[in-house]
């Protein structure tokens, strides 16, 4: 009797044990989602989303604490640790400036953006194929929030919700604004082959796009543009006539909408104007944007330190506004190193995941961050919570969990010919060769 009860004991103790796991386990992942659908109000340095982001991290080492074996995939921790020397090699530069004011708000709220990319790694790296489309699906909705918040601000051109005219919802300014929108257009194009809702998808990816247009972001437009279209083309590689369709539809679709937003907006007219040119009054002269590219690179020569965070302020009238160089001149060589290693090493995780796979929602993170950094290389886009969230999704892609291998294309059984089917082929056949016939049948 006392054995029985052992064991019975010892079976109660494990489905409580699994039980406690899968509660852990689906908290973490709805405060994780929460926390995306909260990207959409970044007004304040840190946020409200840095706290639930937080909040996913401890419930995430809790999830791990409980786990029979205490497993950390080695890519989340290549992650952290290339994150940490960018974000250590940032503090180290701006050592000596601590007392200067914003110095220290700044680092924190970097310290806030970057810790995403590392949470995003912990938190997917035991996610399976239905968590990844489940995350796409709520960053599509936050987008779509986003999207009709920015739209709705630049119809009425209400001060909460634009910057110069231009629609960035309750986001920071117009070009985090329109980043932030590129992953989920890309993540409908990925849908839009694997749902029979194709009009309510295209619906969506026609509300973001329009969101990115509004923003008048022209690096978030063309980044989207480009992103999306070599998403699109790689998925109908093998289909060019269905390819050319889509883009086709694409662009029918994208000159319906700016011929609509120009006939019933004179503003958006005025704006679109504006901002079709290829370098404004700020990119040009002595200390332009692109003067300044110039002018930075003896800097980042001379001082393998860097030299901190807000110093390039006091030399020039603006930051640098480009991610590769102000890796470089502002946090040292090692920064400089620390993000090169970062996008490159992102590019090489993603290849050997869709190449051990062949699930493209990998390439769909890639093409979503390699939006993100375009915008990021024309504007100071280090505290893009988007684009250290997506690295972290690239790094947590755990390719032997379940559902993450695609399977190959099923071959339907060729259909074994009904007995009407085969009398019918067998008359033909007498027919087609009488001399085959019996005597008997010839008479």
């Not at 940032?90 to 590392?118: D, R």
């Not at 375009?374 to 559902?403: D, K, N, V």
């Amino acid at each position: 009797m006392s054995m029985a009860g052992d064991v019975s004991d010892n079976r109660g103790m494990q489905i409580s044990l699994s039980g406690l796991q899968f509660a852990v386990f689906s908290t973490r992942n709805f405060v994780f989602l929460i926390a995306i659908l909260a990207m959409n109000f970044t007004l304040f340095r840190p946020s409200p989303v840095d706290l639930l982001y937080v909040l996913a991290f401890l419930i995430t080492l809790v999830h791990i604490a409980l786990q029979e074996r205490i497993e950390v995939s080695r890519r989340a921790l290549v992650l952290s640790l290339l994150a940490a020397a960018w974000l250590g090699s940032s503090a180290i530069a701006s050592l000596p400036h601590l007392s200067e004011e914003g110095v220290i708000f700044e680092l924190v709220s970097k310290t806030f953006a970057i810790a995403i990319g590392i949470i995003g790694a912990f938190v997917s790296m035991s996610w399976h194929r239905r968590h990844f489309e489940t995350f796409m699906k709520v960053y599509i909705v936050s987008a779509i929030i986003g999207a009709l918040l920015g739209t709705a601000g630049f119809l009425t051109q209400h001060p909460i919700l634009t910057w110069d005219g231009r629609a960035k919802g309750l986001i920071d300014d117009p070009n985090m604004y329109g980043t932030f929108l590129i992953p989920a257009a890309v993540f409908c194009a990925y849908y839009l082959p694997r749902t029979r809702h194709k009009l309510v998808v295209t619906a969506a990816m026609g509300i973001i796009m329009l969101g990115i247009l509004l923003s008048f972001s022209r690096i978030a437009v063309v980044g989207a543009m480009v992103c999306l279209f070599a998403y699109i083309a790689f998925q109908n590689r093998k289909s060019p006539r269905r390819l050319i369709l889509i883009a086709s539809g694409i662009v029918a679709s994208a000159l319906l909408l700016l011929g609509i937003a120009s006939v019933t907006s004179a503003e958006f007219t005025a704006k679109l104007l504006d901002r079709l040119t290829f370098a404004k009054s700020y990119d040009l002269g002595e200390e332009g944007r692109y003067s300044r590219y110039l002018l930075v690179i003896p800097m980042i020569i001379q001082d393998p330190i860097g030299v901190g965070v807000l110093q390039l302020e006091k030399i020039f009238p603006e930051p640098i506004h480009n991610v590769w160089l102000s890796s470089f001149v502002n946090y040292g060589w090692t920064g400089g190193i620390a993000w090169l290693s970062l996008v490159t090493g992102s590019v090489f995780v993603t290849i050997r995941n869709y190449r051990r796979t062949r699930n493209e929602i990998s390439l769909a993170l890639l093409a979503s961050v390699v939006g993100i950094i375009l915008g990021a290389s024309l504007h100071e886009g280090e505290h893009w919570r988007q684009m250290w969230l997506m690295f972290g999704l690239i790094w947590g892609f755990t390719c032997s969990h379940a559902g993450m291998t695609e399977p190959p294309p099923r071959r339907l059984p060729a259909r074994a010919p009904d007995r009407t089917t085969a009398r019918a082929r067998s008359v033909r056949a007498n027919n087609a060769e009488p001399g085959l016939r019996s005597p008997a049948q010839n008479h």
